[in-house]
C-alpha cells in the first residue's frame, strides 16, 4: 500500500477488508471529473472529388481491468493503489473511446469513421488496446507522471489483414501532486494520444 503520498489513496481491496465497519462510517468527500472532452473542431475541409474517404470502423477501446473503471489508478514501483477522493464521471474506458471519436470527428474528413455495428460497411477496422492508463509515481509523495500506453492495429476487410501496426507511449508529468494537477496531465495526455492515433489511422488508410 502506499502509504506517504501528499494525495490519500486507498488500496484496491481496501473497502472489501473493512467488511460491515465501512457502512457505518462517513464517506469522504469525492470529487469528480473527466478528460478529452474539450476537442476543438477543425475547420472543414469538402474532400476532394477525385477522392473517397476511406471507411473506417472503430472497435471498442479496451483499457487494462484495474484502470477501465471510475477510479484513477496510481503506481508506485509494484504497489497498486486508487486516488482518493476523486472519480471520473464516467468509466474511464467509455470516457476514452468517447474522446477517440469526437478527435476523429474534428479532423477533416478524410476518414468516415463508423460504429462497432457498421464492421460491414468499411473498408478497414481500427482498434486500440490500452495496456497502461495510470499516474506513476518515482516514490511515495513524489509528482506523478501520466502513462499512457496503447496499441493500435489497422486491418482490412474483409481478409482481416493487418495493414498497421503501432505501439502509442505517451508520457505526461503532473505540475505538482494534487489531484487537479493529475487529472489535467490524463487530459492532456489522452489528447496527444488521440491526436497521434488520429494521424497514424490517416496515414495507414489512404484514401483511393
Partial sequence: MIRR?????????AVMALGGCALLSTPDPVQTYRFGGGTTPAAAVAPSPARTPIAVALRRVEL???SRGD?????TGTEVSYIKGARWISSADVLLDDSLRAAFSAQPERIRLLGGRDVGRADRVLSLEVTAFEAR???PGAIPEVVITARGRVTTL??????EDRVFN????AGANRISSIVEAFD???RDLNNQVVDWTETATPAG
Fill in 5 to 13: 503520498f501528499l494525495i490519500p489513496v486507498v488500496a484496491a481491496g
Fill in 64 to 66: 487494462p481491468e484495474a
Fill in 71 to 75: 477510479r484513477l489508478l496510481g503506481v
Fill in 137 to 139: 509515481y518515482a516514490a
Fill in 158 to 163: 474483409p481478409a482481416r489483414a493487418v495493414v
Fill in 170 to 173: 505517451i508520457v505526461q508529468p
Fill in 188 to 190: 492532456i495526455a489522452v
